[in-house]
């Protein structure tokens, strides 16, 4: 069982930076594919971002594209969200999550793919 810890939440002012950082247990980390999640106040958890196991495919959901950045380094098993030019809407709880994929499907955006989720960060945006 891969176990996932979110940290780097916190309070950021609208157009600013924050990096959240998600350490993951288990030698078999760079098997999967990482994704982030998010959920806002009264809102459906939903997907931000995504990497394959090698770091080579990246998606993004449209209100982030070129805004996050997600990245990860298997050698540390961490997956890294940079989140630049924040928006009020970007408050949410931030989630990291794991999937299994293979080699023709490296990345998805389909919640139910992923087998292990941390426990959540809170990201606040101020205006």
């Known amino acids: 069982q891969v176990q996932l810890v979110e940290s780097g939440g916190g309070l950021v002012q609208a157009g600013g930076s924050l990096r959240l950082s998600c350490a993951a247990s288990g030698r078999t980390f760079s098997s999967y594919a990482m994704g982030w999640f998010r959920r806002a106040p009264g809102k459906e958890r939903e997907f931000v971002a995504a990497?394959?196991?090698?770091?080579?495919?990246?998606y993004y959901t449209d209100s982030v594209k070129g805004r996050f950045t997600i990245s990860r380094d298997n050698a540390k098993n961490t997956v890294y969200l940079q989140m630049n030019s924040r928006k009020p809407e970007d408050t949410a709880v931030y989630y990291c999550?794991?999937?299994?994929?293979?080699?023709?499907?490296?990345?998805?955006?389909?919640?139910?793919?992923?087998?292990?989720w941390g426990q959540g960060t809170q990201v606040t945006v101020s205006s």
């Open positions: 999550a794991a999937a299994r994929t293979g080699s023709i499907v490296v990345v998805t955006i389909i919640e139910g793919a992923y087998d292990h």
């Open positions: 990497i394959s196991w090698s770091g080579g495919t990246t």
